[in-house]
């Protein structure tokens, strides 16, 4: 079992929908979470980080935690095309952000 | 933001030489920097971890002395894959944390290595 899962999609969905991107995690000591943005090619980009359980918000992007769970979500509200790039959730157990452990990424597509 | 520099973007070359693979953070100190390699579909898997005026610690499975890494700088980290074979073809990318605060890694924008 990976100690992070995640979807790898594609995820379709028209512009201006709303996007929910999601990961479960089997090991309780991460602590922090972290969600990037992927274009083809290139390196990934940071959209949010959190620590523990809670929302946070940022623009048009929501991120969630629930530890209890060990489930962690992305929403993209208003989504549009220039959101279309994979999407990769990533934590931590420690406190320098180091040892990150990747989820494999779920593809999204955004069509106009 | 936190700037991190990767170069070259993309390299071929024959199997059996060395390439090297410059990590720069550009307007931030890093102590550490971090290597890692992604297979196309796979999740970015740890290769090591650059510690400035220190050797490298690398993960399990990862060959030491055939991914050379060298921190000789605050700002400037190298990977250098010594005698590429294609099965070492991949995209190597590197990632920094500012020093100076409390904040996730800036990853480069990685380069895509393919051995001939």
């Known amino acids: 079992q990976k100690e992070v899962e995640q979807d790898p999609g594609p995820l379709s969905v028209p512009e201006g929908a709303i996007v929910s991107l999601n990961c479960t995690y089997s090991?309780?000591?991460?602590?922090?979470f972290m969600w990037y943005r992927q274009y083809s090619r290139k390196g990934p980009e940071l959209l949010m980080y959190t620590y523990s359980s809670g929302n946070k918000e940022d623009g048009r992007f929501t991120a969630q935690v629930d530890k209890s769970s060990k489930y962690i979500s992305l929403f993209i509200r208003d989504s549009q095309p220039s959101d279309s790039a994979t999407y990769l959730c990533?934590?931590?157990?420690?406190?320098?952000?180091?040892?990150?452990?990747f989820g494999t990424g779920t593809r999204l597509l955004v069509s106009p | 933001g936190a700037v991190v520099s990767q170069h070259p973007s993309r390299v071929i070359c024959k199997s059996g030489t060395s390439v090297k693979i410059e990590c720069r953070s550009l307007?931030?100190?890093?102590?550490?920097m971090f290597w890692y390699r992604q297979f196309p579909k796979q999740s970015l898997m740890l290769m090591a971890t650059s510690n400035e005026g220190s050797k490298a610690t690398y993960e399990q499975g990862v060959e030491k002395d055939k991914f050379l890494i060298n921190h000789a700088s605050l700002t400037l980290s190298t990977l250098t894959v010594t005698s590429a074979h294609p099965e070492d073809s991949s995209f190597y990318i590197c990632?920094?944390?500012?020093?100076?605060?409390?904040?996730?890694?800036?990853f480069g924008n990685g380069t895509r290595l393919t051995v001939t």
């Open positions: 990632s920094a944390r500012d020093s100076a605060n409390y904040s996730p890694l800036h």
């Open positions: 090991n309780s000591a991460f602590q922090y």
């Open positions: 990533a934590m931590s157990a420690n406190t320098g952000f180091q040892k990150l452990v």
């Open positions: 307007d931030f100190q890093a102590t550490t």
